[in-house]
């Protein structure tokens, strides 16, 4: 049974830092391309960054460009996301996602273009 299960989220202040972590199982992990995709309340999907099967290629929205970071360890079956200099704009559920091949750019924001899907974790960015 395939599964993608989110951790780490909860409530940051500004300017602070989280990590999440997503447990890869009942698939070959380093095979996928993943990535991270959020959704604030009332708001469709937004694509937050991208990474190759074996970590050396990462991508990323501009608005998260230069304070968050994408990073796996195919040997854990395990991704993450370091979010730093949060902002109130950063709150979301935060999913991860995966596919056997990179998605193209507009692809990013259907849930139907992923293969895998986890169940997400809520990050609340408040003072």
């Known amino acids: 049974q395939v599964q993608l299960v989110e951790s780490g989220g909860g409530l940051v202040q500004p300017g602070g830092s989280l990590r999440l972590a997503c447990v890869a199982s009942?698939?070959?992990?380093?095979?996928?391309?993943m990535y991270w995709v959020r959704q604030a309340p009332g708001k469709g999907l937004e694509w937050v960054s991208t990474?190759?099967?074996?970590?050396?290629?990462?991508y990323y929205a501009d608005s998260v460009k230069g304070r968050f970071t994408i990073s796996r360890d195919n040997a854990k079956n395990t991704l993450y996301l370091q979010m730093n200099s949060l902002k109130s704009e950063d709150a979301a559920v935060y999913y991860c996602?995966?596919?056997?091949?990179?998605?193209?750019?507009?692809?990013?924001?259907?849930?139907?273009?992923?293969?895998?899907w986890g169940q997400g974790t809520q990050v609340t960015v408040s003072s």
């Open positions: 996602a995966g596919t056997r091949w990179k998605l193209s750019n507009s692809a990013y924001t259907r849930r139907a273009a992923y293969t895998y």
């Open positions: 990474i190759s099967t074996s970590g050396g290629d990462t």
């Open positions: 009942g698939f070959t992990f380093s095979s996928y391309w």
